[in-house]
């Protein structure tokens, strides 16, 4: 094998090297947004139960 079709053999992997680089990094991102997004209805489900939680607990007094 020749120095020049070594060099194209590199080239070839470091350019499949980025293009993998490059869809994990979108994965990522992807990723980040649907963390951001679960984590927002977490939050928004434990203020439900927040508030179920001492509507029950006004009731429980009433009938005290």
Do not use: F, P, W, Y
């Amino acid at each position: 094998m020749t120095t020049e079709e070594k060099l194209d053999r590199l080239t070839d992997r470091v350019d499949a090297i980025a293009q993998s680089v490059e869809l994990i990094a979108h994965a990522q991102v992807k990723n980040d947004e649907r963390m951001g997004q679960l984590m927002e209805t977490m939050t928004r489900l434990g203020n439900i139960i927040i508030a179920h939680e001492q509507r029950i607990e006004n009731l429980e007094d009433r009938r005290q």
